[in-house]
Nanobody, 115 residues
Framework: QVQLVESGGGLVQAGGSLRLSCTASGRTFSTWTMGWFRQAPGKDRELAARITWRGNTYYADSVKGRFTISRDNAKNTVYLQMNNLKVEDTAVYYC?????????WGQGTQVTVSS
């Protein structure tokens, strides 16, 4: 079973930046497509960004140009650099494989953006 631990969330003012980290267990991390997902209060969980094992990236329209996903396979870690944060980015952020492994959802990390 893949275990994922997210960190780096916090409270930030609109326009600020945060970098999230997600460390995964598993010897084959470098072969996985990884995603950052987020769930705002009262809304469904959605994909914010993903990165393939080759480094190809995808971003939801709502974060394109502001968020950057990257990975360090030597550290089994995927990152999400979030710049120019908006109030609407407030959510719990989770990482997982993509497509997501249902049994691997972690507790996520809370990101709160104040106006």
């Amino acid at each position: 079973q893949v275990q994922l631990v997210e960190s780096g969330g916090g409270l930030v003012q609109a326009g600020g930046s945060l970098r999230l980290s997600c460390t995964a267990s598993g010897r084959t991390f470098s072969t996985w497509t990884m995603g950052w997902f987020r769930q705002a209060p009262g809304k469904d969980r959605e994909l914010a960004a993903r990165i393939t094992w080759r480094g190809n990236t995808y971003y939801a329209d709502s974060v394109k140009g502001r968020f950057t996903i990257s990975r360090d396979n030597a550290k089994n870690t995927v990152y999400l650099q979030m710049n120019n944060l908006k109030v609407e980015d407030t959510a719990v952020y989770y990482c997982n494989t993509h497509p997501p492994n249902v049994s691997s959802w972690g507790q996520g990390t809370q990101v709160t953006v104040s106006s």
